[in-house]
T-cell receptor, first 115, second 116 residues
Framework: KQEVTQIPAALSVPEGENLVLNCSFT??????LQWFRQDPGKGLTSLLLIQSSQREQTSGRLNASLDKSSGRSTLYIAASQPGDSATYLC??????????????FGQGTTLQVKP | EAGVAQSPRYKIIEKRQSVAFWCNPISGHATLYWYQQILGQGPKLLIQ????????DSQLPKDRFSAERLKGVDSTLKIQPAKLEDSAVYLCASSPVTGRQNEKLFFGSGTQLSVL
C-alpha cells in the first residue's frame, strides 16, 4: 500500500531564506509526483508535476526533484517571500492506478514566511 | 476560463442529519473527482467519474455516502446520515480526460462540513 509522508509538518522561516520541503513515498512504482499549494479556505493549486522518467522540474523560484529509487522528492523554494506562506502537499499517482486519476497525498507542510 | 465551482462553502449540521454538496467542473472536462480532506491530513479520493460513469469508488463509504453525475457535467455528493467523523473539507476536482498518466487535476475551493 502506497504511503506518502511529509516532513516537517510545519516550518517558519524569515523572508529571503532558501528552504527545502521533503516528501517520501513507500512504493517506487509511480507514474508521477506532484507538488500542490493550498491556501486557507482555498482549493489546491498544482505547482509542479514530475514524471517518473524525470529527475526535476522548475518553475520560477520553485524547483522539485524526484529520486524514485529511494522514494524521495524535495521542493526547493528560493528567496522565500511572505506570499509563499501556505500548506504544501505532495502527491503521487501510483503505477497501479490504471486509467484512474487517483492521487495519494501526504499530510502537508505548513509554511510561514515572516517579513 | 472559469474554474471548478463548488457550493456551499460551509455547512454545519447535527449528526444523523443529511447533507448534499454540489460541484460544477471546468467546461469540457470529462473526469470529475470528489476528495475528502480531514483536518491535518492530505485529501483522500472518495469517487471518480468518467463522464457519467463511475471509474473508482473503492474508498467511498457506501452505507452513508452517495454521488451522482447524471448528465456527465455537474455532480452531487450526499451524506445520509452524517457522523461526527465526516467533518472535513470536501474537494471537487476535474481533468480533461483520464487515461493520460501525466494529466493535471484542477481543484475547487471545497465545502467545509462541520458535524456537531
Amino acid at each position: 500500500k502506497q504511503e506518502v509522508t511529509q516532513i516537517p509538518a510545519a516550518l517558519s522561516v524569515p523572508e529571503g531564506e532558501n528552504l527545502v520541503l521533503n516528501c517520501s513515498f513507500t512504493d517506487s512504482a509511480i507514474y508521477n509526483l506532484q507538488w500542490f499549494r493550498q491556501d486557507p479556505g482555498k482549493g489546491l493549486t498544482s505547482l509542479l508535476l514530475i514524471q517518473s522518467s524525470q529527475r526535476e522540474q522548475t518553475s520560477g523560484r520553485l524547483n522539485a526533484s524526484l529520486d524514485k529509487s529511494s522514494g524521495r522528492s524535495t521542493l526547493y523554494i528560493a528567496a522565500s517571500q511572505p506570499g509563499d506562506s501556505a500548506t504544501y502537499l505532495c502527491a503521487v499517482r501510483p503505477g497501479t492506478s490504471g486509467n484512474t486519476g487517483k492521487l495519494i497525498f501526504g499530510q502537508g507542510t505548513t509554511l510561514q514566511v515572516k517579513p | 476560463e472559469a474554474g471548478v465551482a463548488q457550493s456551499p462553502r460551509y455547512k454545519i449540521i447535527e449528526k444523523r442529519q443529511s447533507v448534499a454538496f454540489w460541484c460544477n467542473p471546468i467546461s469540457g472536462h470529462a473526469t470529475l473527482y470528489w476528495y475528502q480532506q480531514i483536518l491535518g491530513q492530505g485529501p483522500k479520493l472518495l469517487i471518480q467519474f468518467q463522464n457519467n460513469g463511475v471509474v473508482d469508488d473503492s474508498q467511498l463509504p457506501k452505507d452513508r455516502f452517495s454521488a451522482e453525475r447524471l448528465k456527465g457535467v455537474d455532480s452531487t455528493l450526499k451524506i445520509q446520515p452524517a457522523k461526527l467523523e465526516d467533518s472535513a473539507v470536501y474537494l471537487c476536482a476535474s481533468s480533461p480526460v483520464t487515461g493520460r498518466q501525466n494529466e493535471k487535476l484542477f481543484f475547487g475551493s471545497g465545502t467545509q462540513l462541520s458535524v456537531l
